[in-house]
């Protein structure tokens, strides 16, 4: 038996105990109810029971992620800044977040040309904008675009 | 079964001029456009174009929304091919097996099964309906929410067998998915675990949080390649391949057979659908295959399961939609709405007094899915050049599409931000290899589990073991569900101890 782990599968793992944990205390606070409880209880028990099996059985060559600290740091990078973009395009405008995204993202993906990465998002931001703008229902947020 | 009176007027009807077919082309460019695009709904594409059919006749009207309906259950499959994003719930089986061709260089191959799949799948969803729609209709209505419970359990069982490496982790997977489902109100009317945020007050997206879990995790995870296709050299998706691997479909018949089949049955149950039709189908023909292991690398049988599900489970919903007048989706909904701007309501008076309109509309249809192998096959070339373009440019732009989509179907920030924090969750679970697909499986299956569950333990008293011995259909589904596992589990143990005793 071991507990060793890779911290990102320990921080994986804690997230989804504590989120089962608070879904049950949410749920069973809100009603003790057969009609309430009847997927989300089992589903929980059964999943601490597997968290368990996997802390406890002996982990897998595979289960080390074998990625480089480069290429591990990048992927934060770029959900980092994906995250960025979800959450702020609502404030500096779809048009405007869409297009530094499109830049940044393709300078951290690889590219080495320095005038390639802001047309191609200026024209994507453009055309996305524009495209979308018409065929949604909703009201878009925009800076520039209109 | 057939009224011949019926469908000689159905045919004078369709083929007497070329007005009910002027609007079927840009309607399955239409379709597959939406279906293509991560977040944009067949059934967004058919709301959007509803006010133009105001302009048409009734049976202009129906063709034009019906084949933005097929183009865009196939579109959705196309993207699962090339870059393992569903563009629908209806295709998260596509990808499993379509994806891993895609990266051994098998695009061609892969896009052309899943055409050739997709076109048969519906002509037989279709072709049962015109047959069969009468009696279809009979058994429809018989079932009631404890079959539906079974069936929902049936596709929940291919959650156990997604993960090759640990049946732990697949499991555990799945359960994240169950978990994520009960968020928001309860069926009942209970609020769970919303965190103070009117957002969640309906649960989780299901489709932004399957564009955040399948496409922007998996994006990262190969955002260092140069090209989608892992293959030095991949051939170029061309007419020729694409045609020879679309015939090629017709070298699995029972897999066409059995996925099509699945598909009529499950799309007839109302509420259920082609999204549960393509994970039971793909289970079911990976279950009873003589090489289940080799599922997920890659293999034919699984895009043809998939697609050939998908597809003739809209002849099924159409069965709900025409025979009992009950929308079996969001798509069959807006087809309701335009059959009542023309004051016409499905269900049984409907068949009855109008059956060569009924004929009329299957008949469309038939022509219609042989029309979109023409249109698809022109279509691919266009968007299968997708494969070339160098990743740092189509994955920040893919990224971005998935939270525009995510937007496209909430309206509000909630899109953007499910389809966040899923990516994150995704690039998690695909580190430690979780199959994501099974949280995917688990979030779409949950609700519909809890509803159906809940109105099964209303009506039995909480009886519910008593209540299914008085119910044959009920006793029959249990009976095919626990053969197909029993006899799957033997045939693996078979394989297991036949591959024991050759290696020794």
């Known amino acids: 038996m071991s507990l060793r782990l890779a911290p990102s599968h320990a921080v994986f793992l804690a997230i989804v105990l504590a989120f089962t944990v608070a879904m049950n205390y949410s749920a069973i606070t809100a009603k003790f109810a057969l009609n309430n409880l009847v997927i989300l209880v089992p589903a929980s028990v059964l999943a601490l029971i597997l968290i368990g099996t996997i802390l406890l059985s002996r982990p897998i060559p595979e289960d080390v992620p074998e990625e480089s600290l480069r290429k591990t740091l990048g992927d934060l990078l770029l959900l980092g800044l994906f995250c960025g973009f979800c959450s702020l395009m609502f404030v500096i405008g779809f048009d405007v977040a869409t297009f530094f995204f499109i830049w940044i993202g393709i300078v951290v993906c690889g590219e080495r040309s320095l005038w390639k990465p802001p047309a191609f998002a200026l024209a994507f931001a453009v055309v996305v904008t524009t495209t979308f703008g018409a065929l949604f229902p909703f009201p878009i947020v925009t800076l520039v675009l209109q | ?504």
Not at chain 2, 197 to 208: A, C, H, K, T
Not at chain 2, 309 to 332: F, K, Q
């Open chain 2, 1 to 504: 079964m057939i009224d011949f009176t019926a469908l000689s007027a159905a045919l004078e009807l369709m083929f007497s001029s070329f007005g009910p077919w002027i609007f079927v082309i840009p309607g399955l460019l239409i379709g597959l456009i939406f279906g293509a695009i991560p977040g944009l709904q067949v059934s967004m594409a058919m709301a959007l174009f509803l006010p133009l059919t105001f302009t048409m006749d009734f049976i202009q009207s129906i063709m034009f929304l019906t084949s933005i309906f097929t183009g865009g259950v196939y579109g959705g499959g196309v993207t699962a091919i090339l870059m393992n994003i569903p563009g629908s719930s209806s295709s998260v089986a596509t990808a499993f097996d379509g994806y891993p061709m895609t990266c051994k260089g098998g695009q061609n191959q892969a896009l052309g099964l899943s055409l050739g799949a997709s076109v048969i799948g519906a002509f037989i969803g279709y072709s049962v309906l015109f047959v069969l729609i009468q009696p279809l209709a009979a058994v429809v209505l018989k079932l009631g929410p404890l079959e539906m419970v079974l069936v929902i359990a049936w596709g929940l069982t291919l959650i156990a067998t997604l993960s090759e490496r640990s049946v732990a982790k697949g499991l555990l997977a799945g359960m994240i998915g169950l978990i994520l489902s009960q968020v928001g109100m309860s069926t009942t009317g209970v609020l769970r675990a919303t965190f103070g945020s009117s957002y969640l007050l309906d649960g989780v997206q299901v489709v932004p949080a399957m564009i955040g879990i399948f496409a922007a995790s998996e994006l990262l995870r190969i955002r260092e390649r140069q090209t989608l296709s892992t293959v030095e050299g991949a051939p170029p998706v061309a007419f020729g391949p694409i045609i020879r691997a679309m015939f090629s479909t017709f070298k699995y018949p029972s897999v066409l057979l059995r996925g099509s089949g699945i598909g009529v049955l499950i799309g007839a149950v109302p509420g259920v659908g082609s999204s549960v039709a393509n994970l039971v189908a793909y289970g079911e023909v990976r279950r009873t295959s003589s090489t289940p292991e080799k599922f997920g690398t890659g293999i034919p049988e699984g895009v043809i399961a998939a697609e050939s599900a998908n597809s003739s489970s809209e002849g099924g919903s159409m069965t709900a939609l025409l025979a009992l007048g009950i929308p079996g989706g969001a798509a069959t909904a807006v087809l309701m709405a335009a059959f009542s701007y023309h004051n016409l309501v499905g269900g049984p008076s409907f068949i009855r007094d109008q059956g060569d309109l009924v004929y009329a509309i299957i008949l469309g249809n038939l022509v219609q899915v042989l029309l979109l192998g023409l249109v698809g096959l022109l279509s691919l070339r266009v968007l299968g050049m997708v494969v070339q373009v160098p990743l740092r440019y189509l994955v920040p732009s893919v990224l971005a599409l998935c939270v525009w989509g995510g937007f496209g179907v909430t309206g509000t920030i909630a899109g953007p931000l499910t389809v966040a924090v899923f990516a994150c969750l995704g690039w998690l679970m695909r580190r430690h290899h979780y199959p994501v697909a099974a949280t995917v499986i688990g979030l779409l299956l949950g609700r519909m589990a809890e509803g159906e569950m809940v109105r099964s333990l209303q009506i039995s008293g909480g009886h519910i073991f008593g209540y299914l011995l008085e119910r044959p259909i009920s006793m029959l589904l249990l009976a095919l569900m626990l053969f197909s596992i029993g006899a799957a589990f033997l045939k693996a143990r078979r394989i297991h101890r036949r591959a024991n005793i050759s290696a020794t």
